[in-house]
């Protein structure tokens, strides 16, 4: 599977910014998509998952109630609306494919990663 992320871009603090991640190719493969972020000198974390089927979702529990995750099975794209930005949100974004995950070792695929950049 393929897939193409985009959306990120600089923003003030308190905006919001939605990413967009078009999966291609063996698509049936996944079961969830979602994103990762990596701030600099830091690793790569989880920040939600969405399953295919029936849309269920899954948060790191930092972000709960401030970013969104949703699909549109139609177009193969997962979308990740983050509201009420802050600096610290600052990172390259990674859309992300696979079975399951929690963790970026259990990621099948990677997206290429957006820059979202939060001033204050």
């Known amino acids: 599977v393929q897939l193409q992320a985009s959306g990120g871009g600089l923003v003030q603090a308190g905006n919001s910014l939605r990413l967009s991640c078009a999966a291609s190719?063996?698509?049936?493969?996944?079961?969830?998509m979602g994103w990762f972020r990596q701030a600099p000198g830091k690793e790569r974390r989880f920040v939600a998952a969405?399953?295919?089927?029936?849309?269920?979702?899954n948060y790191v529990d930092s972000e709960k109630g401030r970013f969104t995750i949703s699909r549109d099975n139609a177009k193969n794209t997962v979308f990740l609306q983050m509201d009420s930005l802050k600096p610290e949100d600052t990172a390259v974004y990674y859309c992300?494919?696979?079975?399951?995950?929690?963790?970026?070792?259990?990621?099948?695929?990677w997206g290429q990663g957006t820059q979202v950049t939060v001033s204050s």
């Open positions: 969405i399953r295919w089927s029936d849309g269920y979702t």
């Open positions: 190719g063996r698509t049936g493969s996944t079961n969830y």
């Open positions: 992300a494919a696979g079975r399951f995950f929690r963790t970026s070792r259990e990621v099948d695929a």
